[in-house]
Each structure stands twice: as structure tokens, then as C-alpha cells.
């Protein structure tokens, strides 16, 4: 089985996990930008974590047979402190980075003023970069949250296709699925699905244009969520291939309409000599596998 | 001829085979490298005052074939005592030369014509004619990476198709010449001269052969990656800032690896091709705007986009106070490769001693190899060979192994 996690906050995670995720057969990822937990108070956080996200951490990935890849922008929560917000002036450049595949997680926190504005400029940057957009859905009040998201992609023009709406639930996939984007759903123990409901969900909707994601973070989270919800697919019916469909070939048909979505093979983990900027993950000697190649 | 030349806008390049000319009975004859050389180093002064006349890009010659029986140390020995005349006329008459490697002569390879010009202490006249079809048929490198290892040394450019193993000039498409990516090294290297097909049996069908060669040209240009390598290079012109976007992608658009796959594989020496494309890109900055876009390129790039930056340095020549930080920057870091392409030719030229001491010191312990350090044969001095000694002690302490290039810095001196 071949697992594609189109998102997952490795930056937070473990070697043991990224060894665990390369035997559950995970082979690549996507990294959205988000809030770290403790807030941000300036502009250079936000650039320096971009960097880790397109240097370090793809470095890492690799390491492990992993391929990373990453989607970037200023996220709904912090769009609403006037320190972040000016990140969005040094956004273009990053967007136009090898493994950016896509702008995100955009969308709503609280559904503020800010938020509307910093959701419209970004939309506004995929157009320019011609990348898809990764949407976050609120906590709170996600069904009006998700509802105003569907507008403002609508109002903004954006190709329903290139648009993946994240974090969905049950009270949420009809209106997605009718809107033409993309559907996510976060394998989130406790705060959003479990693999039982997503089950339940992917018999009752069908396998098209749907994607299961970890979002292991920092909180209490699995990256082996995606392996489960595999698992139980199998045992409620589902055959090889709409597993696949929904582990692999959603999330790179998706992906891919950015072009720049690297899935050549990797070796797996082993104690190698790689290095990036001189710092090895496995404190080998030099030689770098290259992540980029 | 001169005028008229400059009325219709051609080049021209000043060959000189000299076929029957010098010797009616024995063809090419005699060569730099056969009894009788000095008439050809005479031959060649002539030529080197004709395209000084006629404004010529260069003048291009070949060393000759071995006559048989012939020593190849007096050969190689009449080039060396020969040369300096001929380089002499060239520096003189403000004329470049262009040594064109030739299958079957005592220089037959581009190998031993950048081994003959280090012998003669790399004259800054003495430039390289490649014909491409050469390439393809003795070059175990291909034709692309043979122009961009010859690269600001090229002068000439012969254009032709050829079978491996086989000195037949063919139309394109008879031979096995990658005809898109030849194109595509040169428009990386950024070579401003003549490039013109050479298919001198060719001639009692000249106007339909000539179409032809536009033709296959034309269509090899079209193709990517070359294609999209000038179109961000005028894109770029018309609006510098757009380089923030396009040098991000040049890896994803012309490719990776090393330049000279064979020698540097992991491209330490002599870059790699999306450096190449890169320094293109930054050429096509205006001058002033290097002062602010150089350091925020760098700051915003990722490793290979930093990379290209610092190999681009030498050629951009921006004012120390800008360059430097950057060196300096690049070499904190422990990536070899940034620290292989910090410690080139600008750095060469401008990092204070101190720095650069520490440069070498740490190319030697990390692994970046010494061919990668400009000018540190004229540059090593006591206290950077005494910093050397006590690594190696270090080394030999520890049980390890001394890196050659230590025993280089202590004794090449």
C-alpha cells in the first residue's frame, strides 16, 4: 500500500515517526504552513519557518524515503495580528520555490474582517502563481465557515478544481462535494474524524475527489491515521484500488496541478551520510542525498 | 572587405587549415607540430593580421597530426616553443586565438588543449574552438558539456552532426549530436560568439544544405529548455523583479546535475547546470539594481538558489560591500556546496586573508576539493600553511587519514 498524507506537520514530528509512516508505506507528503502553537510577533518567524519548510524539513523527509513537499501562506488565525500580516509582501517569492504545491492553509478562524482580507489576497497569489489552494475550515462555527469559504472562492473565480476544502465533516461534505472542490478530511483523534465516520462518509459519497490526511501536529495526533483509515476501508468493502484512489491518486492528481509535485522513488531509511547545511539527521558524514533532485 | 563585411552585419572567423597551401604535395602541411613548423607559425602571424583587419571574431588553428615516426615529446615540445610566438601577434593585434581540439592530431581532445594552454601558463589570448561533431565522435563527455567545461574560454563554435568514433562531418540529424541541449549549453553559458555549421563537403549543394541546417536550427532552438532560458532572460530585462519568480524556477526548467558529470559529479568544481542558468538570469539584471536584488536574492533563496548566486559573483562583479557578506554568509554554513561556490573566483579576488585562510582550511576539512578555490596558489602564504600543518598533525593523531589536498597546500606552493 502506498500512502500520499496531502497534510501533515512533520516540523513538529519525530524520526521515529517519519521511520514508522516509511513501514506503514507512506512515500510523500505535504506540509501546509500553519500556526505554530505559540504565536508569532514578527515577519522573519514567518520567513525562517518558510525556509525550514522548503530547506530542513524536506532534507529531513528524504532521509527517510519520504518526499516532502509544502503548501505556504499567512494562516486564517494570524491573519488577524497586524504584526504577521505584512508577511504576505514577502509571500510571492516563496510561492514560486521548488516544492511549493500549492497556496494554504488559507480560509477562516473567526470569520473576521482580516481574515476576509488576507483569504482575497491570497486567493489572489495562486491565480498569479498558478498554484492550486489548500482551505482550511474553522473549529467553531464550521458550517457557515465552510459556506462563506465556498463564496468567496466563487466570488474570487477560482476553478473549483484547484481548491481542496479541508478539515471537512459530515455536516459539511454535502455542500463541498456539490461545489466541485476538492474534499479533505483530518484523521484527528477527538477534535475532527475518526476512521469509523470517514468510512461511513467515503460508502455514503463515493471515493471521488476525497482526500484523508493526518494533520498530526504538535497536539495529540497519529501520522499513522492514514494507514488506519486504509485498513478499515478494506474491512468495510472497499477493494486495493479505491484505497489507492483515496490514499494516493486524489491527493497527487490534486497536487500535481501545480507541476511541481517530485514522486521519483527514494531509498528508504537507512544510516546514510547526508547532510544538509552540514547538519545530518542520522549525525553521518557528508555527502548529501539531495532532496531536490 | 572589412566595410562590406560590417555593411551586411556578418562575423567572421579566420580558419586556417591551409589545405595545398604551404606544401602543394602533402595537405595541411607543414603543421605546428612537423619539420618545418616555423613557416606555420609565420602562416599563422599573417592570419592573425588579416582578421585584425577585417575585425574578425578570432583566429582559429589546429596543432596537427603526429607526422609518423615522430616523437610526441618533440611534438608536444615544438607547441610549447611555438605558441608563445604566435600568441605573441595575437596579443598585439587585439585578436583572440581559438585552439580547436581535432580528431587524429597531437591535440585532439578539449582535454589536452586546456592541458597544452596550462602549460603555457594560461595566456588570456589563447581561447578554445570546439567544433561540436568533434565531440560526438572522441569525446567521452557529450558536446553539451564539453562547451559548458570549455565555457568563457570559447571563442569558436563549429556546429555539425557526426557518428561516435567516426571524423565525418554530417548534416544534423545524420550523426548522434544532441542538437537541442548543444544549443541549450550555449545559451547557458551565455557564449556570445559566431556559432556556424561547418560541412566543408558539402559545398556543390550549398543553398539546399544551408536551408536545411536553418531549418533543423531553428526547430532545435524552439524546444525547451533553451527556449524558456531567453524568454525569462528578456522577461527579466523588461522587468527585473520578475527575477525574484523566475531564478527560484530555473532548476525545475532546465534541469540539475553537475556540469561536468565525468570530473566533478557532484558539480563542487565547475557548478552545476541550473547554476549556469541562473547566472544567466542575474546577468540580465541592470547593473543598478545589484545592490539591493543580489543580497535579498540570497536571503530568499533556498540552497541551490544560493548557490547560483555566489557563482554568479565573478562575473557580476558587484561592489565588495556587497558581495562579501555574502561569501561570508555562505562559508558559516557547513553545505559543501555553498561553500565550494563561496570560495571561487571573488573570493579570490576580494576576501581579506583571514577569511580566506579559514575558506581553504574548511574546504580541506570538509571535503571540498582544492581545484574548487581560485587563486590559492598565489594566495597561500606561512600562517595558512601553518594552520594546515597542525590539522594534518591533527588528523595523524586521531588516527585519520591526511586529505591530499593538504599535502597540496604544503607543498604546491
Redesign the interface.
Known amino acids: 500500500m502506498r500512502i500520499f498524507d496531502p497534510h501533515i506537520h512533520m516540523t513538529s514530528r519525530t524520526t521515529n515517526d517519519y521511520e514508522a509512516m516509511y513501514a506503514a508505506g507512506v512515500r510523500a507528503v505535504v506540509e501546509p504552513a500553519f500556526w505554530l502553537g505559540q504565536p508569532r510577533t514578527c515577519v522573519g518567524s514567518f520567513?525562517d519557518y518558510f525556509?525550514s519548510l522548503?530547506?530542513w524539513e524536506r532534507f529531513r523527509a528524504a532521509q527517510f524515503g519520504i518526499r516532502h513537499h509544502c503548501t505556504l501562506a499567512l494562516n486564517p488565525k494570524e491573519a488577524n495580528d497586524p504584526r504577521c500580516v505584512p508577511v504576505l509582501d514577502?509571500l510571492?517569492?516563496?510561492l514560486?520555490?521548488?516544492g511549493v504545491v500549492a497556496v494554504g492553509e488559507v480560509g477562516y478562524d473567526s470569520m473576521t474582517a482580516a481574515e476576509d482580507d488576507a483569504f482575497a489576497r491570497q486567493l489572489q497569489l495562486a491565480t498569479e502563481?498558478d498554484l492550486p489552494v489548500l482551505v482550511h475550515t474553522p473549529h467553531r462555527d464550521k458550517v457557515a465557515g465552510t459556506t462563506r469559504s465556498l463564496d468567496v472562492i466563487r466570488e474570487a473565480g477560482l476553478p473549483p478544481t484547484r481548491v481542496l476544502i479541508d478539515h471537512l465533516t459530515e455536516l459539511t461534505v454535502a455542500a463541498v462535494r456539490e461545489s466541485g472542490c476538492w474534499m479533505g478530511y483530518s484523521l484527528y483523534p477527538d477534535t475532527k474524524m475518526d476512521p469509523p465516520r470517514m468510512t461511513k462518509i467515503l460508502l455514503e459519497y463515493g471515493t471521488e475527489r476525497m482526500l484523508v490526511n493526518s494533520a498530526a501536529d504538535w497536539g495529540r495526533s497519529d501520522p499513522l491515521m492514514t494507514a488506519a483509515t486504509a485498513r478499515l476501508m478494506l474491512e468495510a468493502g472497499f477493494d486495493a484500488s479505491d484505497v489507492d484512489t483515496v490514499l494516493w491518486r486524489n491527493p497527487v492528481e490534486f497536487y500535481a496541478q501545480s507541476?511541481?509535485l517530485n514522486l521519483e522513488p527514494l531509498p528508504g531509511p537507512e544510516p546514510g551520510g547526508a547532510?544538509?547545511?552540514?547538519?545530518s539527521v542520522l549525525r553521518g558524514t557528508?555527502?548529501?542525498r539531495d532532496a531536490?533532485? | 572587405m572589412a566595410s562590406r563585411l560590417s555593411a551586411l552585419g556578418l562575423a567572421v572567423v579566420v580558419e586556417t587549415g591551409a589545405r595545398y597551401l604551404l606544401d602543394p604535395w602533402t595537405k595541411h602541411h607543414p603543421t605546428l607540430v612537423s619539420d618545418g613548423w616555423l613557416r606555420r607559425v609565420d602562416f599563422l602571424r599573417r592570419a592573425i593580421r588579416v582578421a585584425a583587419d577585417l575585425g574578425a571574431e578570432c583566429v582559429s588553428f589546429f596543432s596537427g597530426a603526429l607526422p609518423p615516426g615522430t616523437d610526441p615529446e618533440l611534438a608536444r615540445t615544438r607547441l610549447i616553443d611555438a605558441l608563445p610566438q604566435v600568441i605573441e601577434e595575437a596579443v598585439a593585434r587585439g585578436v583572440p586565438l581559438g585552439l580547436e581540439p581535432e580528431p587524429g592530431h597531437v591535440v585532439e581532445r578539449l582535454d589536452d588543449a586546456l592541458a597544452l594552454r596550462a602549460a603555457l601558463g594560461e595566456p588570456e589570448t589563447l581561447g578554445i574552438t570546439l567544433d561540436v561533431g568533434h565531440c560526438v565522435a572522441v569525446e567521452t563527455d557529450d558536446a553539451a558539456t564539453c562547451l559548458r567545461r570549455a565555457g568563457k574560454l570559447l571563442v569558436n563554435v563549429q556546429l555539425d552532426d557526426m557518428p561516435r568514433g567516426v571524423h565525418e562531418h554530417r548534416e544534423f540529424g545524420e550523426g548522434e549530436l544532441d542538437l537541442p541541449a548543444t544549443l541549450a549549453a550555449l545559451a547557458e553559458i551565455g557564449y556570445p560568439g559566431l556559432a556556424s555549421v561547418e560541412l566543408p563537403r558539402h559545398s556543390h549543394a550549398a543553398p539546399l544544405i544551408a536551408r536545411r541546417a536553418l531549418t533543423a536550427l531553428q526547430r532545435a532552438a524552439a524546444t525547451a529548455p533553451a527556449a524558456w532560458l531567453e524568454l525569462a532572460v528578456k522577461e527579466i530585462r523588461a522587468d527585473p523583479a520578475r527575477v525574484r519568480a523566475l531564478l527560484p524556477a530555473a532548476g525545475r526548467e532546465v534541469g540539475r546535475g553537475s556540469l561536468c558529470p565525468s570530473r566533478d559529479p557532484q558539480g563542487l568544481v565547475h557548478g552545476t547546470v541550473e547554476d549556469a542558468a541562473r547566472a544567466q538570469l542575474l546577468r540580465a539584471l541592470p547593473p543598478g539594481t545589484l545592490a539591493t536584488e543580489l543580497p535579498e536574492l540570497y536571503r530568499y533563496g533556498d540552497d541551490a538558489e544560493k548557490r547560483g548566486v555566489l557563482r554568479a559573483l565573478p562575473d557580476l562583479d558587484p561592489a565588495p560591500e556587497i558581495g562579501l557578506p555574502l561569501i561570508q554568509d555562505a562559508l558559516r554554513t557547513n553545505d559543501i556546496r555553498l561553500v565550494a561556490a563561496a570560495m571561487g573566483e571573488y573570493a579570490g579576488a576580494h576576501l581579506d586573508q583571514h577569511s580566506w585562510r579559514h575558506g581553504v582550511l574548511k574546504c580541506v576539512f570538509v571535503g571540498v576539493p582544492l581545484a574548487a578555490v581560485a587563486r590559492w596558489r598565489e594566495r597561500v602564504d606561512a600562517e595558512l600553511r601553518r594552520m594546515v600543518t597542525d590539522y594534518a598533525e591533527e588528523c595523524r593523531a586521531a588516527g585519520r587519514e591526511v586529505a591530499p589536498d593538504a599535502h597540496r597546500l604544503l607543498g604546491g606552493a
Open positions: 520567513t525556509d522548503i530547506g514577502a510571492p517569492r516563496y514560486a520555490k521548488d502563481h507541476g511541481r547532510s544538509f547545511a552540514g547538519n557528508r555527502d548529501a531536490t533532485k
